[in-house]
């Protein structure tokens, strides 16, 4: 009897955020972004093109495509993206070869609507409550929105209310203020710089509340506050960040009151917006359980547009295992790539055969490490595989990492990596935050043992690391906690002003820049350091 053959959904995302994704039979396999290949934050491209780059031969077994955006490949979509070598017509009929040949189909599906099917679809929850925030998308009957509500019951995903654009953008609220009032970046080639401005708020008041509403803001009047002093931008900010969290539960409450979900579901680019959701379960009494989107801005349509064709669209059955919730779905680099790399690097680097004992010792003597291992994470959060880590006792180091490493602002906070199962112990609340999506209080007693990664109010931005998730990453964080008696460790993406690393020689060239003490290839336990200039 020959094995059945399973069943590939390549999804894709094209115009920003470019990204690609392979699922089979249901389970992501690979997820990539273009900007950590480019080296250039959120550059235009072709997301189908990307997608058969990446894969090469192995495209020729797809069944279906799916675009996570509607409206792209339509008229207005080719004229809007092909001058810009976002659509290529020779690479559509490739695409329609194959289909005919694999007896499969395309598909389109709502902008919003793939972004509520990647959230629902990746939790484990059987019903829920799925809202999704951004700038704006369309849908299939032609509506724009920045605002939908949704509802996921087992392998089905229905839109309950899709407000008009014009009637409420938190996200172009966002960019405009980020763009307009503080002068910063909100695309290519340098990225959204929206959670500059959300680390700004947690040092400021409210006090410009009454400048913000959802029709008719003065953004000028906002840059000249703003530019009156550090103290008044923070101020400012923190406006933003309580019209924000007032309008969302405002938005929530009837649908909340009606029917009382345990689960909650969050997608869109705002639900970036880790304070605003780390709040989910206080304002609503009935909330037991929060999920948020592992790739919640528009690198994620490609896994949410496959997921709702598998799913919704072709009736299969909900999938609840670790390999449908990994965000690990990047490339790996093999040890003989590695040496190639830093043999190309002997002038400036030495290096030789390492272990995590002895890089835990160099963490404990308050050396920066970056580490790289494993494959690459989806989304733009360094979960363990692309990451720079140090000892989060140290007050000294936010400041260090800042300056140093990073070159941002002062005021940025860095993720503390914990332990799962010590979660209760730490934090006032018990979240499970494997993708870094919840700001939550630290416990009064606790705060000051990790002042490193405890925001300014009192908050961290934790990412939950098990066993399932990152077996390395987990075994190297409980070895610390041996060592330092700390179920923490700082955490920050592997990168300097760029995208997360991907292969091991942006890994060198970054490490080489920057005040990073050591690199460790964890796979290949190599521990890499700088040669002193003569």
Not at 52 to 62: A, K
Not at 219 to 236: C, D
Not at 295 to 303: E, N, Q, R
Not at 436 to 460: I, Q
């Amino acid at each position: 009897m020959t094995k059945k053959e399973k069943i590939k959904i390549l999804g894709f995302q094209t115009g920003h955020d470019v990204s690609y994704c392979v699922l089979e039979d249901g389970v992501p396999i690979h997820h990539e972004e273009l900007e950590r290949f480019t080296r250039e934050k959120e550059p235009l491209g072709d997301g189908l093109r990307f997608g058969f780059d990446s894969l090469g031969n192995e495209v020729e077994n797809i069944k279906y495509f799916t675009l996570g955006n509607f409206g792209m490949y339509q008229p207005k979509g080719i004229r809007k993206w092909g001058p810009r070598g976002c659509y290529d017509h020779n690479l559509v009929r490739k695409m329609k070869d194959i289909i005919v040949k694999n007896d499969g189909e395309f598909f389109e599906v709502g902008h919003h609507l793939s972004h509520a099917a990647n959230a629902f679809l990746t939790s484990d929850f059987d019903d829920a409550l799925i809202i999704t925030i951004d700038g704006g998308g369309m849908e299939s009957d032609g509506t724009v929105t920045a605002f939908t509500i949704a509802e996921g019951v087992n392998n089905t995903v229905k839109q309950l209310k899709v407000y008009d654009i014009n009637d409420i953008n938190l996200g172009g609220i966002w960019d405009k203020v980020t763009s307009k009032v503080f002068n910063l970046s909100i695309g290519y080639p340098i990225g959204n710089q929206a959670g500059s401005v959300m680390a700004m708020a947690t040092m400021g008041t409210p006090k410009y509340l009454e400048s913000f509403n959802l029709k008719n803001i003065d953004y000028e009047k906002l840059k000249t506050v703003a530019a009156e002093s550090e103290k008044e931008s923070f101020n400012v900010a923190a406006s933003l960040q309580k019209f924000t969290e007032n309008t969302v539960k405002e938005y929530l409450s009837h649908y909340i009151e009606k029917l009382k979900p345990k689960n909650i579901c969050f997608s869109g680019g705002v639900s970036l917006n880790c304070v605003m959701v780390g709040k989910i379960k206080q304002w609503f009494s009935c909330v037991e359980n929060v999920f948020c989107d592992p790739v919640p801005y528009d690198a994620g349509l490609s896994l949410g547009s496959a997921r709702y064709v598998w799913h919704c669209v072709l009736g299969n059955p909900r999938i609840k295992n670790k390999e449908n919730k990994t965000s690990y779905l990047g490339r790996q680099y093999n040890k003989q790539t590695v040496i190639n790399c830093l043999k190309n690097n002997e002038i400036k680097l030495s290096y030789n055969n390492s272990s995590d004992n002895e890089v835990i010792n160099l963490l404990a003597d308050n050396n920066i490490i970056s580490v790289f291992g494993g494959k690459s994470e989806s989304g733009r959060r360094a979960l363990g595989n692309r990451s720079i880590l140090a000892n989060p006792k140290d007050e000294k180091m936010k400041d260090i990492i800042n300056s140093k490493v990073k070159h941002r602002q002062w005021y940025r906070p860095f993720a503390p990596s914990i332990l799962a199962e010590e979660v209760d112990k730490w934090f006032e609340e018990n979240y499970d935050s494997p993708y870094m999506s919840f700001a939550v209080k630290f416990k009064e007693s606790k705060r000051k043992l990790v002042p490193a990664v405890a925001h300014y109010d009192g908050t961290g931005r934790l990412q939950t690391v098990s066993e399932d998730t990152n077996s390395w990453y987990y075994g190297f964080i409980r070895a610390w906690y041996e060592k330092s008696g700390v179920p923490i460790l700082l955490n920050t993406s592997f990168n300097d002003r760029e995208p997360i690393v991907e292969t091991p020689e942006h890994a060198i060239n970054c490490f080489l820049r920057t005040n990073i003490d050591y690199l460790y290839f964890y796979d290949s336990k190599i521990l890499v350091s700088k040669k002193e200039k003569k």
